[in-house]
């Protein structure tokens, strides 16, 4: 039996005319489906029994669930959500003064094995369906309601997962997440973060994307970069320069660039220099994060004077540079830690 959040909106009509029903039921059924973010045919309350019966009769409806949830002293809440296979991934609400963002996952796992990351470790399982990435929107939404009194007002895919290479299903997911007649959010509120999939930030720019674009950069020196970021041997620095001065002449964009800064890894003055030298051809936003340790961590962070002195730098070279503090470190929710294992529910 097919999914019905898998078919198409004219495969419904002609289901719905073949057994007798009006046409316009598959605009209802879509309402429910990618507006009101029903969770099963029977909250669909506008339809009669008889059509949820044989709506259920002929279609599955895989709704992701919350298998677990845990929160942090500074009110960051990581959650654990399930998929109809029993695969999970981990999605983050991160409440602020005036913005409550939704950290979610694009892939179940990453193939991308960055050196700094705890997701990377656990090896790549399977991509993410469009609706499966609706689904983490829409369980959130709930509970960021129920917890913080307030609607996820952002959206940042850096979650599990590289999702420029999960990229139909992900342009799917922006597509319902921020179409009129769907979910209707902003593109200015979503931002997707990639490690630099040249090819997919060329179909991008192609595409005239309108939501955020991230690169998590982490470093502009080719042999740093490709010791902690394995990605870089077939997206080279020099064109993934080049792809992103493609993409702010198609968009007008500015970009943000990620850098996580690793003590005496990516963090000395030359480093800085490199990285502005990188950054000069677009307008760009670095934002400089500081590192956490996971249990097992190869890595460090960055020693105050020496950030400091990367960000003098930059800042000199007239970048925009922002510190980002991480929230979540002690449930393990923060940058680089989304790892399903390490979920604990502990309260
Ligand atoms: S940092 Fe992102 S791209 Fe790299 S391994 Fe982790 S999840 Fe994958």
Redesign the pocket.
């Known amino acids: 039996m097919k999914d019905i959040r898998d078919i198409h909106f004219t495969e419904l009509e002609s289901f719905l005319q073949e057994n007798g029903e009006k046409r316009f039921r598959a605009k209802q059924i879509w309402t429910w489906l990618w507006k009101r973010g029903a969770g099963s045919f029977d909250e669909m309350t506008d339809l009669s029994v008889a059509l949820r019966t044989k709506l259920q009769e002929n279609f599955t409806f895989h709704r992701a669930e919350i298998a677990g949830e845990v929160q942090s002293k500074d009110k960051t809440t990581k959650f654990l959500l399930q998929f109809h296979d029993g695969k999970m991934v981990e999605g983050v609400l991160i409440p602020s003064k005036d913005r409550v963002t939704a950290c979610l996952s694009t ?1 179940i796992g ?5 050196a ?5 470790t656990m090896g790549f399982i399977r991509n993410l369906h469009y609706s499966e990435v609706v689904d983490e929107y829409i369980l959130l939404n709930n509970r960021a309601q129920e917890i913080y009194n307030q609607h996820i007002t952002n959206i940042v895919f ?5 999702p420029l290479l999960n990229f139909d299903n992900m342009m799917t997911a922006i597509d319902i997440l921020t179409g009129k007649d769907y979910f209707g959010l902003s593109p200015a509120r979503i931002t997707l ?3 630099g999939i040249i090819k997919g930030i060329k179909a991008l720019a192609d595409r005239g994307f309108r939501c955020g674009l991230a690169i ?1 950069l982490h470093s502009a020196d080719p042999t740093v970069r490709g010791q902690i ?1 394995p ?1 870089t041997e077939g997206n080279p620095l020099h064109e993934l320069q080049s792809a992103l001065v493609y993409y702010h002449q198609k968009t007008g964009e500015r970009i943000t660039i990620e850098y996580l800064l690793l003590s005496k890894v990516n963090d000395s003055e030359k480093a800085a220099e490199q990285l502005a030298k990188f950054c000069r051809p677009f307008p760009v936003k670095i934002n400089i994060i500081e590192y956490n340790s996971t249990p097992d961590s190869l890595f460090h962070k960055s020693d105050p004077t020496r950030r400091q002195r990367f960000i003098d730098i930059l800042e000199r070279c007239n970048m925009v540079v922002n510190i980002r503090q991480s929230k979540g470190q002690d449930i393990a929710a923060a940058c ?1 830690q ?1 790892v399903k294992n390490q979920l604990r529910i502990d309260n």
Do not use: I, K, N, Y
């Open positions: 892939q990453c193939p991308l094995h960055c700094f990351c705890a997701t990377g850096m979650g599990m997962g590289e973060s990639t490690a998590s970021m990605v680089g989304l």
